[in-house]
């Protein structure tokens, strides 16, 4: 190995790499710092689904989103979400490692593989992404995991996950989302219309909020009972009595 670091071309072409490498952390991390102060007009997902619907030529696809500062939406959104989707949010740094173990050991012994991806990685790939399964796109999902974890403040990443979030077919965000279901504003979702909407996250193009399943009713009806459980909105703050047990 020495012997090949003395070969010129070879100490040119890992200079090469290795700024290549610094450039990349630095211009992704100037964007997430940047998104930290400066609404997302758009994201990743979201124009993967429109150009979709470009190629497949569905004439009639429109895509909704409207962005929707934390003050003006309900607490109950984001509380909603954290109970339905990641409830030890305001205390894991990105990562759930004991849900991740649950789904290899689900995997392990032959039951269907389930996800394990905090709010927090879901930002993540919404946000920079693509939808998919490949090694590449959990490499980079990890990497802007810890980007966004170390930059933004809890109150951010489920500010921009609200609002990126796609609860329904080409319904993103929950400003869209309360005009599409509900014709309220988001300051005026109540818990039961909080839970609706985050009932159909596992799915929104199976599952619907303004045609719930039993199963959707069911779930929604189980997110309130989280809800309660997690000791209301000052829960996403970490002002609950106490850390929710696995």
Do not use: C
């Not at 470009?54 to 962005?67: A, Q, S, V």
């Not at 879901?122 to 399964?133: D, I, S, V």
């Amino acid at each position: 190995m020495p012997s090949l670091l003395r070969r010129p071309w070879l100490k040119r072409l890992l200079r090469a790499v290795t700024l290549l490498l610094l450039a990349w952390v630095l211009l992704t991390w100037l964007v997430v710092l940047a998104l930290r102060f400066v609404a997302p007009w758009s994201s990743a997902v979201m124009l993967e689904r429109q150009v979709s619907a470009w190629l497949h030529g569905e004439k009639g696809f429109t895509l909704h989103h409207r962005w929707v500062p934390w003050s003006k939406i309900s607490p109950y959104v984001p509380l909603a979400m954290v109970a339905s989707e990641d409830q030890t949010f305001p205390y894991n740094h990105g990562f759930d490692f004991h849900q991740i173990q649950n789904a290899i050991n689900a995997a392990e012994d032959g039951q269907r593989l389930r996800g394990a991806s905090t709010i927090t990685q879901q930002t993540a790939k919404n946000l920079f992404l693509w939808n998919g399964r490949s090694y590449v796109r959990k490499g980079l999902e990890a990497y802007f995991t810890v980007l966004i974890d170390l930059t933004w403040p809890k109150r951010r990443i489920l500010e921009v996950y609200v609002n990126i979030a796609q609860l329904g077919n080409g319904i993103y965000g929950v400003g869209a989302a309360s005009d599409a279901f509900y014709h309220l504003a988001p300051s005026q979702l109540s818990a039961a219309q909080a839970a609706r909407l985050a009932a159909v996250l596992p799915n929104p193009l199976r599952l619907h909020v303004d045609r719930p399943s039993a199963y959707v009713l069911r779930r929604s009806a189980w997110i309130e009972q989280q809800m309660q459980h997690l000791g209301g909105p000052g829960y996403i703050d970490g002002h609950a009595p106490a850390k929710p047990p696995h």
